[in-house]
């Protein structure tokens, strides 16, 4: 019989609660600017600044598939959210993230979907330079509880590193590095797809 993991102790948004999100965020381009300004962030989402208003492309460190990856941040709803878009097209990956201030939690709380129907919630800081993405999976079973760790180099670039916890360790999976490019005009991932 396999080892159970130990449970998690990260608080994330309910399971109950996720249709109700999704749907939300399925009406949020709907809300950006008309002149396709970049929007403020509220205070609590300040911190996630330094990604914002730019496309950037990446690949995978060796030893990893070196297909293009291309993400982006952007504030929505009068600076009161922010949505994250990427896609790896070769790969026929896309994936949406939405993070809000959850004010009840104190915290910065979001909700992933992928285009495969992959579903992952959790909450996001900052802390010694980096901004930590920690949450849980809900297709795998038992979940598995990751973090994502997001820099801006004094270069420019940004690095994109993933963990997933092991019996109690973080163990680091990928690393992508992004190097900035274009100013995105429109709502949705590239090519609209």
């Not at 990427?86 to 992928?114: C, H």
Request: contains cysteine.
């Amino acid at each position: 019989m396999p080892a159970r993991r130990p449970q998690s102790t990260l608080r994330c948004v309910p399971v109950l609660i996720l249709p109700a999100l999704l749907a939300g965020a399925l009406f949020l381009c709907a809300f950006r600017q008309a002149d396709g300004a970049i929007q403020e962030p509220v205070e609590q989402l300040q911190f996630l600044s330094p990604l914002l208003g730019t496309t950037w492309t990446g690949r995978f460190e060796p030893p990893g598939p070196s297909f293009d990856h291309v993400i982006r941040w952007e504030p929505i709803l009068d600076g009161h959210a922010i949505r994250m878009v990427k896609d790896v097209e070769a790969a026929d990956f896309r994936m949406e993230t939405i993070y809000v201030w959850d004010p009840q939690a104190g915290n910065v709380s979001y909700l992933t979907q992928t285009n495969s129907g992959q579903i992952s919630t959790g909450i996001v800081r900052a802390e010694n330079g980096l901004i930590i993405q920690e949450g849980v999976n809900h297709y795998d079973d038992p979940v598995t509880e990751y973090r994502y760790t997001f820099t801006v180099t004094p270069d420019g670039t940004l690095e994109d590193r993933f963990y997933h916890r092991e019996e109690g360790a973080w163990i680091q999976g990928h690393l992508i590095v992004y190097e900035p490019g274009e100013k995105p005009a429109t709502c949705g991932p590239p090519g609209n797809r």
